[in-house]
């Protein structure tokens, strides 16, 4: 469920130059230096690889894991390990040679692990993978929990894991950050936004060396991102103020005092840290932003409340008809007046044009409407190419909904485009059983042998090497049946 603040729309008599800074920063660290960051991580598997240290350091990193109590809160770790050692040791380059302290454990002890011939290639090699290594925007940039320094904990705000994860970050950034910078002047937007992103940095480098995980790097404006919205709802307090949500098919508008929100989004953060399994969300990043956000906000409103721009925040602003259009067939929708809700998108789409939320409320409409196309629909709607983040959700929600049957009815480029979205997505589960349906059916699409590559990429690097092999058999099978 997705709920964001939406009282206040752009408005140039306030321009966020701040905010169109911050965004154009965070696009030039992607594009300018992350962009080199899966050649450098490449290069370093290749000359590990090609030097076989793996036969002589897997069974050191057993060890070393073992005396270092590292993995002492996480035995179930140490045992996917200890299996991958008998199974696969290579499937461990990864798990190694990103551990900050292995290497220089390995060195102090080498005579235990190298033989004597191959102490020399190991002193002149090794090092040439850990400088690949440390080049990698997020083992420089990013804020590692055992080695923070002062750069990190506000470089890390300015790095992203991917496209989606940067495009997501930016559209949340804009749609609060324009009305904070507003309300509290340039300036003071930027010193709370940045110490938002280091208190965000901060919580999570605590838990995670509470924890003795140590933790992976921290990278994204997530945090920072978190204190602005944090900020926006503290800004209005108990004012009822708009919020725009997303549920499933239902989408609309609502209002609520704002400081009623400001928990939910704390809460939800909390139970999602305490109940997911791990994962690359830094859970505790975005609780220690919000929080971050709120003391700010509170402390500028007591002590300098003449800073606030408190005429910008009552300010009414026009009404937004293409929104009140939405709120009219979501109210149908709500009563179950489906018939005329679907009417009334048609109408919309004519009036207001096509987007990934109107064309989704369609889709959905046209479900369950009786003697509609909605077959048509599905197509279209899946066969849209854009890599936009909201589009993407939808489409997987309408493809986990629809029978087997209503998926085989999508076309082979259709089908594997939607897949390679989903890899894009982070969805590779759903991507794979679309992957596997096509090669089953002997499909002759020439674009199924990228998509078996691109998973076969991702299973590499996420070390499961089973599949990796299965994928890259795939691969040899498809090139050689199109040869």
């Known amino acids: 469920m997705i709920v964001i603040p939406t009282e206040k729309r752009l408005d140039w008599k306030h321009p966020p130059y701040v905010v169109f800074c911050l965004a154009l920063l965070n696009i030039l660290f992607f594009v300018m230096n992350q962009n080199s960051d899966a050649t450098r991580h490449e290069r370093a598997v290749e000359i590990y690889e090609q030097q076989g240290f793996i036969e002589w350091e897997a069974p050191a990193f057993l060890t070393y894991l073992k005396q270092k109590n590292i993995l002492e809160n996480e035995p179930e770790r140490y045992e996917e390990y200890n299996q991958l050692f008998d199974s696969n040791p290579s499937a461990l380059t990864d798990v190694i040679i990103f551990d900050l302290g292995f290497e220089a454990y390995f060195k102090e002890n080498q005579s235990t692990w190298l033989p004597s011939e191959q102490q020399a290639l190991w002193g002149q090699m090794r ?16 804020l590692i929990p055992q080695k923070m320094s002062l750069i990190t904990v506000f470089s890390h705000q300015f790095l992203h894991g991917g496209i989606m994860h940067l495009i997501g970050n930016l559209i949340f950034l804009i749609i609060c950050g324009f009305a904070v910078e507003a309300a509290l002047g340039s300036g003071r937007f930027l010193l709370y936004y940045l110490i938002g992103g280091v208190v965000a940095g901060l919580s999570y480098s605590a838990v995670e ?165 909605w077959q048509q629909a599905y197509q279209e709607y899946m066969s849209r190419s854009s890599m936009n983040r909201d589009l993407i959700l939808n489409q997987r929600r309408l493809w986990k909904k629809a029978s087997e049957v209503t998926r085989q009815s999508l076309d082979d480029l259709t089908a594997v485009q939607l897949a390679m979205r989903f890899i894009e997505g982070q969805h590779h589960d759903d991507a794979e059983l679309i992957a596997i349906s096509l090669f089953k059916n002997q499909s002759k699409e020439p674009l199924l042998a ?34």
């Open 450 to 483: 990228k998509l078996m590559g691109q998973l076969s990429s991702f299973y590499r690097e996420v070390g499961n090497s089973k599949k990796q092999q299965q994928y890259e058999s795939a691969v040899d099978t498809l090139l050689a049946a199109h040869a």
């Open 209 to 373: 060396l509470l924890n003795g995980r140590g933790g992976g790097p921290l990278i994204g404006a997530s945090g920072s991102i978190s204190a602005v919205m944090a900020m926006y709802l503290m800004l209005y307090k108990m004012q009822r103020i708009e919020f725009f949500y997303w549920f499933t098919i239902f989408v609309g508008y609502f209002k609520a005092p704002a400081l009623l929100i400001l928990p939910i989004y704390l809460g939800k953060e909390l139970v999602a840290f305490f109940s997911d399994e791990p994962s690359s969300v830094a859970y505790m990043a975005h609780a220690g932003g919000f929080v971050a956000g709120a003391l700010l906000i509170a402390f500028t409103q007591r002590h300098k409340p003449a800073t606030i721009d408190q005429s910008y925040l009552e300010e009414d602003q026009d009404h937004d008809p293409r929104r009140e259009s939405l709120q009219i067939i979501m109210a149908n929708i709500e009563s179950c007046q489906f018939a005329q809700a679907l009417k009334k998108i048609e109408l919309h789409i004519t009036e207001h044009g096509h987007c990934v939320e109107s064309g989704y409320i369609r889709v959905n409409l046209l479900a369950v409407v009786p003697e509609q196309d």
């Open 127 to 142: 090092p040439l993978v850990s400088q690949n290594i440390n080049n990698i925007s997020a083992m420089s940039f990013g």
